[in-house]
């Protein structure tokens, strides 16, 4: 079985920052394209930023220049840098990573979110 945990999301000021981090688990051979999505209240949710195994990176518009997203190969972890944060922020923020497990199959695997609340 393969475990997404996210972390690291909390209350903040606007202009303040977090780290999510997203820690990968269990039967995995080998984790391709991890991603950062985020679900505010009342709206569909969006991809926020993505990180391939190669290291190629691609963000939403409105967080260019703002998140910074990374990933440790070596520790099955994925990470969110998020400065100068918004109002328009505030969601609960999943990653998901494309992954092959040790039984050779490829698939979507999800973590459980993690709230982010921006608010003075």
């Known amino acids: 079985q393969v475990q997404l945990v996210e972390s690291g999301g909390g209350l903040v000021q606007p202009g303040g920052s977090l780290i999510l981090s997203c820690v990968a688990s269990?039967?995995?051979?080998?984790?391709?394209?991890m991603s950062w999505y985020r679900q505010a209240p009342e709206k569909q949710i969006e991809l926020v930023a993505t990180i391939a195994d190669t290291g190629t990176t691609n963000y939403e518009d409105s967080v260019k220049g703002r998140f910074t997203i990374s990933r440790d190969n070596a520790k099955h972890t994925l990470y969110l840098q998020m400065n100068r944060l918004k109002l328009e922020d505030t969601a609960i923020y999943y990653c998901?990573?494309?992954?092959?497990?040790?039984?050779?199959?490829?698939?979507?695997?999800w973590g459980q979110g993690t709230q982010v609340t921006v608010s003075s």
């Open positions: 269990g039967t995995i051979s080998e984790i391709y394209t």
């Open positions: 998901k990573a494309v992954l092959m497990t040790t039984g050779r199959r490829v698939g979507n695997y």
